[in-house]
């Protein structure tokens, strides 16, 4: 979830309809605020300057958390045979969730005198994010062929625990958690 960044006009250039929440007109010259929701939405919500008309943190909220959703979506470590290239494939995902702590920055920067609701969110998408940034596998290391140990053995032994290092992997990523 995110929270839409607000913009105020103090005299509209052209007539804005009607408040959407109160319904008044809002012709050409009146102040006005508006804002849009959702991730490249274009749909602009408009309000009267009313203290009762001012959106709510949670009415501009939209699922900027998509972003971590389709993150995970297209996490897929299935054919990654390093453990390397698995940690970095978490990692990246991380980037996701930061973009998401950085909105929720961007709309507590819009608040003189602060707003707990939305610092509490942005904390909590700052650790997640750094949890995931760091994220590395720390089960068993990388086996090693024994020397009396037949080929067969050996790559058994090793695609259990690159399975074993996916899905620690998996679990990572589908465990973020949303605030
Ligand atoms: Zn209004």
Redesign the pocket.
Known sequence: MSVARLYTVQKSRKDQGK?H????ELPAGSPYLYYYVGFRSNYKHV??T?Q??FPKPSERESSKTATILAAQENFDVSGMDSKDDIEAAVQEVGSSIQEVADEYQEALDAWENGNYELEEKKDHYEDQANEISNWTYEGDEEPEREEDEDEEAFQARWDEWIEQVRSEAQDAVDNIDFA
């Open positions: 408040c929440k109160c319904g008044v309000r009267c009313k009762e008309c």
